[in-house]
């Protein structure tokens, strides 16, 4: 069955930078899109960022272009996201996600802090 495991969160300064990963398994990882979603408390979950199965095309929604950088490793079916110029509202739990057969998964999300 299909397993997203994020790592990574924690508590940050405003300013600062964390380096999220997601291990998959359960799925030909390489011929999925991958995509990082995030929700702060009393919010819906927002679209962070999205890559290609093959890694070339990604898209960033527009608060985390230039500070935010997806990325993936396909013999380590892995996906990352390096989040650099953090500020508060940041702050949320950080999930990855894939569309598989119709069907959306998440893994259980890992808490981004970001405070003075």
């Known amino acids: 069955q299909v397993q997203l495991v994020e790592s990574g969160g924690g508590l940050v300064q405003p300013g600062g930078s964390l380096r999220l990963s997601c291990a998959a398994s359960?799925?030909?990882?390489?011929?999925?899109?991958m995509s990082w979603y995030r929700q702060a408390p009393g919010k819906e979950r927002e679209l962070v960022a999205s890559i290609a199965s093959a890694g070339g095309n990604t898209n960033y929604a527009d608060s985390m272009k230039g500070r935010f950088t997806i990325s993936r490793d396909n013999a380590k079916n892995t996906v990352y996201l390096q989040m650099n110029s953090l500020k508060p509202e940041d702050t949320a739990v950080y999930y990855c996600?894939?569309?598989?057969?119709?069907?959306?998964?998440w893994g259980q999300g890992t808490q981004v802090t970001v405070s003075s």
């Open positions: 359960g799925f030909h990882f390489s011929n999925y899109p």
């Open positions: 996600g894939v569309r598989y057969l119709r069907q959306n998964y």
